[in-house]
């Protein structure tokens, strides 16, 4: 079945580092690809997402691009900021329209100053 | 609209209790889904709404596991005999139908339900 890999965590970096977080995914047909993020104490938010192959999403500084060769979505930014700090959720829909989303098991992410 | 909301917050129930969440959804969106989270994992689909039609139901959703949507709006989630093993967080999250409009918002999320069951 379908299926959603994230990297393990906690990721520890400090302010002003290069973030990447990585995920891969396992579908058939052309899933929609998504990343939310889940900041303490609040619900998952939608950061960003890409619906086809090298599509690139970005949101707030963060970027991710669609590889379908490398079946990949890595989550990227630049310049992290102690407000980042959160967990990060890779998740792709299926090409069926459902709407389900399959989720990976999260990276948490800890900026420190 | 102030979002997708769930009532209880917490829930803190005996072993054998039954229990009943309540998502109301964002008014406009007539997709209804409930997850459950458990610690450091992510969101497992269980089953979604649309508009008062149950269309889809994960293994993961047992015969203790009810779900309803009456009229359409609002959603309850009811777990009859409660287990230690359904302990975890009870996520509900709508959209609207469409294709277009799903992939260009995705879902709004409520903050959950915490479900322990001691």
């Known amino acids: 079945g379908d299926s959603v890999t994230q990297m393990e965590g906690p990721v520890t970096l400090s302010e002003e580092a290069f973030l990447t977080i990585n995920c891969t995914y396992t579908?058939?047909?052309?899933?929609?690809l998504f990343w939310y993020v889940q900041y303490p104490g609040e619900g998952l938010q939608l950061l960003l997402k890409?619906?086809?192959?090298?599509d690139k999403g970005s949101n707030k500084g963060f970027e991710a691009t669609y590889r379908k060769e490398t079946t990949s979505f890595h989550l990227e930014k630049g310049s992290v900021q102690v407000s980042d700090s959160a967990v990060y959720f890779c998740a792709l829909s299926a090409a069926s329209n459902t709407g389900k989303l399959i989720f990976g098991q999260g990276t948490t992410l800890q900026v420190k100053p | 609209d102030t979002g997708v909301s769930q009532d209880p917050r917490h829930k803190i129930t005996k072993r054998g209790q039954n229990v009943t969440f309540r998502c109301d959804p964002i008014s406009e969106h007539n997709r209804l889904y409930w997850y459950r989270q458990t610690l450091g994992q992510g969101p497992e689909f269980l089953t979604y709404f649309q508009n008062e039609a149950q269309l889809e139901k994960s293994r993961l959703l047992s015969d203790r596991f009810s779900a309803e949507r009456p009229k359409g709006s609002f959603s309850t989630l009811e777990i009859q005999r409660t287990e230690q093993g359904d302990s975890a967080m009870y996520l509900c999250?709508?959209?609207?139908?469409?294709?277009?409009?799903?992939?260009?918002?995705?879902?709004?999320f409520g903050s959950g339900t915490r479900l322990t069951v001691v």
């Open positions: 999250a709508s959209s609207l139908a469409s294709g277009a409009a799903f992939l260009r918002g995705g879902y709004t």
């Open positions: 579908a058939t047909g052309y899933p929609s």
């Open positions: 890409a619906t086809k192959a090298d």
